[in-house]
């Protein structure tokens, strides 16, 4: 986890489109 910072210039990694995925699934199973 020492290597975040190295890619400062590439496209969004997966990880953060998990994380808005998970975000939105947790969102919709509170709301709802």
Do not use: C, G, H, T
């Not at 890619?7 to 709802?32: D, E, G, H, T």
């Amino acid at each position: 986890m020492a290597q975040l910072d190295v890619q400062p210039k590439k496209s969004n990694p997966w990880w953060i489109w998990l994380a808005i995925i998970l975000l939105i699934v947790a969102l919709i199973l509170y709301l709802f």
